[in-house]
């Protein structure tokens, strides 16, 4: 069965340092794969998506996330973290041209530390 | 401004009583879609419409009720039969032929 995996359920970073949350999916080909964030209370927004092409992808907020086929893995990453940037994550999979049915990680809470 | 807008943010109801959820979104997306979120469960797809006047069962279906009448509408109605109604729901929508979905700013129904 199809499935995301977000390993860490959550992670504690100090303000200014690197950020790597992980998404692992089990799928048999190559699906289109987001990273979705949401603060407290609010809706989810788009952070980044890959279809196809390159496989390291540029986000908004600084974010940016490289899928690796081998390690059918889809991981986000920050340089830089920002108070601002506590909230949770949540990495979904759909079968490529399939959006019916988004495929969702349980996500990963990010707290920041000043 | 585009986007999708949920109504209310927040909705009390008693046990027994249906209540319907608005989602409405002026992107002209075609498909549209209702989630459930509870902490620690992520968010579980409830039912979800790919054009007017059709739509498909999710994964938690029982209890819910929907329509849609119109392209920038699809309400959710939570009836009396859903054992657990209190959660966060979250509409979103999605342009044809694509797959991402955009989300609304979720309500949270309380069942008291």
């Known amino acids: 069965a199809q499935s995301v995996t977000q390993p860490d359920i959550h992670i504690t970073v100090s303000e200014g340092a690197s950020l790597e949350l992980r998404c692992n999916y089990s799928y048999g080909a190559t699906p289109y794969l987001f990273w979705y964030v949401q603060s407290p209370g609010q809706g989810l927004q788009l952070l980044l998506k890959?279809?196809?092409?390159d496989t390291l992808v540029q986000g908004i907020k600084g974010f940016e996330a490289e899928f690796k086929r081998s390690q059918s893995s889809f991981n986000l990453r920050k340089p830089s973290v920002h108070w601002s940037d506590a909230a949770e994550y949540f990495c979904?999979?759909?079968?490529?041209?399939?959006?019916?049915?988004?495929?969702w990680g349980l996500g990963t809470s990010l707290a920041v530390n000043p | 401004d585009g986007g999708i807008t949920q109504s209310p943010k927040y909705l009390f109801r008693k046990e027994g009583q249906n209540v319907t959820l608005s989602c409405e979104q002026n992107?002209?997306?075609?498909?549209m879609y209702w989630y459930r979120q509870d902490p620690g469960q992520g968010l579980r797809l409830i039912y979800y419409?790919?054009?007017?006047?059709?739509?498909q069962k999710g994964d938690i279906a029982e209890g819910y009720s929907v329509s849609r009448e119109k392209k920038e509408s699809f309400p959710l109605t939570v009836t009396s039969a859903q054992k657990n109604p209190t959660a966060f729901y979250l509409c979103?929508?999605?342009?044809?032929?694509?797959?991402?979905?955009?989300f609304g700013p979720g309500t949270r129904l309380t069942v008291l």
């Open positions: 419409s790919q054009i007017v006047n059709d739509f």
């Open positions: 890959y279809f196809s092409g």
């Open positions: 979103a929508s999605s342009p044809g032929g694509t797959d991402t979905q955009y």
């Open positions: 979904a999979v759909a079968p490529a041209g399939n959006n019916r049915k988004l495929i």
């Open positions: 992107l002209n997306h075609d498909a």
